[in-house]
Every structure is written in C-alpha cells, then in structure tokens.
T-cell receptor
Framework: GAGVSQSPSNKVTEKGKDVELRCDPI?????LYWYRQSLGQGLEFLIY????????KSGLPSDRFSAERTGGSVSTLTIQRTQQEDSAVYLC???????????FGPGTRLTVL | DAKTTQPPSMDCAEGRAANLPCNHS???????VYWYRQIHSQGPQYIIH???NNETNEMASLIITEDRKSSTLILPHATLRDTAVYYC???????????????FGKGTLLTVNP
C-alpha cells in the first residue's frame, strides 16, 4: 500500500493478557517509530528502529513492553501482562533516513478492561 | 531537541489565512523545524519542514525568522477540514540514533469557523 498500515485497528483485552500490535511501514523507509497517545494527551515516544542499528528503546515505559522489526520492514509491538493504564492509541510512523517527514499510520486503539 | 512554545489555541475564519506561530529560541544550527497536525481521531500528518529558508508546498508555507528563533506556519486559505492540533517540532536531521525522535509538545488547536 501507499501508506503506513497498522493492525488491528481496535483491540480489547483483559487485564493480564498479552497483546501484539503490528505495523507495516512504507516500502523503502528505513526508520520506524512507535508512539502512543492516551485519551486527551500528547504523543509519547516509545521506540525507534533505524536500519540495522540497535533500536532506541528509551521511551518504553516498562519491561512489559518490547518491539521487534523483522527484515527491516514489519514491526511488532508486544505488551505483556497488560494493565488498564496501557489503554491508548498506539501509533506507528516511518520515514526515510534522510530526515524527511515521518508518515504515521492510523493507529491501534487498545482498551484494557 | 530544542523545546518549542506554541499558543494553546487559535481561531480562524474559513477562507482566510491561518498563521500559526512557534517559538524555538534555543534551536541549534543543525536542527530543522518540522510541522505536523493531528485531526481528531486520526494519526499525525506531516505538513512541512525547513532549516532556514522559507518553504512552501501544496499544504502550507513555512516562514522562519532570520535568527531562526521563531517560525510561522501559514495555511493560505483555511477550510473547516484544517481544524486540528498543529505541532511545531525541532529536530536534527541527517543524523543517526535518537536524534530522529520526534518530541511532540501540546501544540496549537486551530479551529476554523464557518
């Protein structure tokens, strides 16, 4: 596709369950970011992948959060033992390494009951 | 990354130009100014970016002061669909590591009125 896609668009889970969120970046984009946005709040940086370099995990809120990017393309964000405070919209973005604008996907709305 | 300051909200009449200011007085020489917007319930959308020269694309114009301590995003003919939160971000480009991270502030809620 032409843009960044994310799946699922909505995810409702029970507290304590694990969830996986997927991001398909724009083809050829080497940089990939994950952000989250809680209701009425700003965007919070989570993790950044750039090519084969070690990812910048400085924004991950706890060790329950992890992400991987396979083959330099698709990325999966995993949240283990979900808590209610994890409820948010999780946004993925990709960009060319040259510093052009980042393009965001539509997000995954996660609700932890 | 340098911090930015934006007014929390602005109003604009439909069809008129919307001028959104941003202060970034601590910007470094290698930091670019980026603008994004977020329409309600959607992901952020890239608008434009620049270093020191004014820039224009199909969406907007970016005017950066000579000392680079402030900039203005101009939507020449605002429409109702331009109602959104507009974010001004400064960031190093063409560099690796965490310098690519976008740090979003609270932005400016632009409301375009009919």
């Amino acid at each position: 596709g032409a843009g960044v896609s994310q799946s699922p668009s909505n995810k409702v889970t029970e507290k304590g369950k694990d969830v996986e969120l997927r991001c398909d970046p724009i083809s050829g984009h080497t940089a990939l970011y994950w952000y989250r946005q809680s209701l009425g709040q700003g965007l919070e940086f989570l993790i950044y992948f750039q090519g084969n370099s070690a990812p910048d995990k400085s924004g991950l809120p706890s060790d329950r959060f992890s992400a991987e990017r396979t083959g330099g393309s698709v990325s999966t964000l995993t949240i283990q033992r979900t808590q209610q405070e994890d409820s948010a919209v999780y946004l993925c973005a990709s960009s060319l390494v040259s510093g052009q604008g980042s393009f965001f996907g539509p997000g995954t709305r996660l609700t932890v009951l | 990354d340098a911090k930015t300051t934006q007014p929390p909200s602005m109003d604009c009449a439909e069809g008129r130009a919307a001028n959104l200011p941003c202060n970034h007085s601590t910007i470094s020489g290698n930091e670019y100014v980026y603008w994004y917007r977020q329409i309600h319930s959607q992901g952020p959308q890239y608008i434009i970016h620049g270093l020191k020269n004014n820039e224009t694309n199909e969406m907007a114009s970016l005017i950066i002061t000579e000392d680079r301590k402030s900039s203005t995003l101009i939507l020449p003919h605002a429409t109702l669909r331009d109602t959104a939160v507009y974010y001004c971000i400064v960031r190093v480009a063409n560099s690796g590591g965490s310098n690519y991270k976008l740090t979003f502030g609270k932005g400016t809620l632009l409301t375009v009125n009919p």
